[in-house]
């Protein structure tokens, strides 16, 4: 079997790390609205809304290519830590396993919080790049959402 890799990296948070976190637990379906440079569609195909175990499909345009990725939604609420574990979809061509990890360090309002971004995955061959620029966005995905949260 082949070894899971891992890279990630974190984010100061200027809003508080609650309110981060409860977007990505309960609005995540607004990112189409609210970045649609970057994402197409969602669409819902198993479960109730998002929550532990619901399915979606994801198209997205991340500035390097759009993909489509099948994912399900892991809440792991006590540790402030939402998993989207990829199904299926163009990350495979790379890819045979891909997680993203999205951890929340939440020190309410004095300006200490921060999100972690952490990759897992195996890639299909020794000639795949590590995915950095799967990562890149998610932090620039960060900043955005921070900035909206905060003035909003």
């Excluded at 974190?10 to 981060?20: A, D, E, H, P, R």
């Excluded at 379906?29 to 532990?52: A, I």
């Excluded at 971004?117 to 061959?125: H, R, S, T």
Aim: aromatic share 14%.
């Amino acid at each position: 079997m082949a070894q899971i890799a891992e890279i990630s990296e974190q984010v100061q948070l200027k809003c508080c790390g609650k309110k981060f976190y409860d977007f990505f637990e309960n609005k995540m379906d607004h990112l189409p609205r609210l970045f649609p440079q970057y994402f197409e569609s969602y669409k819902l195909v198993e479960g109730n809304s998002l929550t532990h175990g619901g399915v979606s499909i994801w198209k997205n345009n991340f500035g390097f290519g759009s993909i489509e990725v099948k994912m399900k939604l892991l809440v792991d609420e006590p540790n402030k830590t939402i998993i989207y574990e990829c199904l299926e979809g163009d990350l495979f061509k790379d890819f045979d396993m891909f997680n993203v990890k999205i951890k929340v360090n939440d020190c309410g309002n004095n300006g200490n919080s921060s999100v972690n971004w952490c990759l897992e995955y195996v890639k299909a061959n020794q000639n795949v790049d590590p995915p950095n620029n799967y990562l890149q966005f998610g932090l620039k995905l960060s900043k955005y959402l921070d900035a909206f949260l905060c003035n909003n």
